[in-house]
């Protein structure tokens, strides 16, 4: 298993625990599972965002801690949230992230998100040159949100 793997894994099991929210300090961490701290920074920038479901805070300084908290929104509030969040540009992997986490929400289908999934995939966009896919997915993505609420 990869660090990363195990330091997010490590982070949900807390949340699991704490009933959605959990602080750590980082320092201790990274010590206690045998990385270094920028490791659970990555973890966190890349794992914990707003997209797949989470907020985080931190406190800098002796006594600092990062709060975690998983949000828990109703089908309407993720689908308008999911809607929000998309720029004019979504690179692949932000939008299965998105797709996961409106799953578990509960604002899609698992066949819905699979459906999406496969219209906004690299190969359903081969003939679209590399540098125009993010933004012909971020323009798809989102029409395909919109007939969902």
Sequence with gaps: MRISDLVANHILRLLEQDGGCAEIQRNELAGNLG?????????????????QGFLVESKRGGGGYIRI?????????????????????????????????????GALEGKTAQAMAAAISDQSYA???????????????????????
Excluded: W
Excluded at 35 to 51: D, G, H, K
Excluded at 127 to 149: C, E, H, S, W
């Design 35 to 51: 990385c270094v701290p920028s490791q659970i920074n990555y973890v966190l920038a890349s794992r914990f965002t707003p997209e």
């Design 69 to 105: 908290t998983r949000i828990c929104l109703d089908q309407a509030s993720a689908l308008s949230q999911a809607i929000h969040s998309i720029g004019r540009s979504l690179d692949l992997a932000s939008a299965r992230s998105l797709l996961r986490y409106l799953v578990e929400q």
């Design 127 to 149: 003939i679209v040159p590399q540098k125009d896919r993010d933004f012909l997915r971020a323009a798809m993505f989102k029409n395909m949100l919109l007939t969902q609420q």
